[in-house]
């Protein structure tokens, strides 16, 4: 089974300043998902990428296969992005035992 | 395009009752999946349904059944409900059933045993 830890657990940060949170994983895969989750719980897909770099916005995903580490970059951050941002991975092999999940980063930006 | 839908929003049940959650998966999406997501956890698998068979099963007991109807909708059914089943039960559907494809995730439903 995967293991997947993400860092740090928690994260205040003042409006605009550039945010980072880190992925790791214990088992090659093809895909990882960056995931949103506001209070109240309902979860957003924000990226999938499986190689190099997704821009979307002031998001930015980055992968590295090979070392089997994802980051995830906030821009210009505001207080809107303050949320849980989840790394997930699917099985490896592609079974279908669903995505594994990272505990999760909880982000506070302050205006 | 609806999204992907879910009821009820909140439930409080008393142990040992039944209850059954409903999703409504993404227009076209065959393949809906199951989590549960305890406080202050990452989500656990359930399960995964795929035109309407169970494809896939995580670490939970029998109790936690489910239902995959030919319009794609889903079902998940907890039987002899137990206090640590009290979290938020989301459900996500997907264009295919493997899992580097997106995910479209429901609002969740937040059920607590009493």
């Known amino acids: 089974k995967n293991e997947v830890e993400q860092s740090p657990q928690n994260l205040t940060a003042q409006e605009g300043e550039f945010i980072t949170i880190n992925c790791s994983y214990s088992v090659g895969i093809s895909a990882l998902h960056w995931l949103q989750q506001h209070p109240g719980g309902g979860i957003v897909s924000l990226f999938m990428l499986s190689s190099g770099k997704k821009k979307h916005g002031r998001l930015i995903a980055t992968i590295n296969i090979q070392e089997k580490h994802s980051s995830l970059h906030i821009t210009a951050s505001h207080p809107r992005d303050s949320a849980v941002y989840i790394c997930a991975v699917p099985p490896s092999g592609g079974g279908a035992d669903g995505l594994t999940f990272g505990k999760g980063t909880h982000l506070i930006i302050q205006p | 395009e609806t999204g992907v839908t879910q009821s009820p929003t909140h439930l409080i049940k008393t142990r040992g009752q039944q209850v059954t959650l409903r999703c409504s998966s993404q227009s076209g999406h065959n393949t809906v999946s199951w989590y549960q997501q305890a406080l202050g956890q990452g989500p656990q698998f359930i399960f995964q349904y795929y035109r309407e068979e169970e494809n896939g099963r995580g670490n939970f007991p029998p109790r936690f059944s489910g239902l995959q109807f030919p319009n794609y909708s889903s079902e998940l059914n907890v039987n002899a409900l137990e206090l640590d089943d009290s979290a938020l039960y989301l459900c996500?559907?997907?264009?295919?059933?493997?899992?580097?494809?997106?995910?479209?995730f429901g609002p969740g439903t937040r059920l607590t045993v009493l």
């Open positions: 996500a559907s997907s264009l295919k059933r493997e899992l580097y494809n997106e995910q479209f």
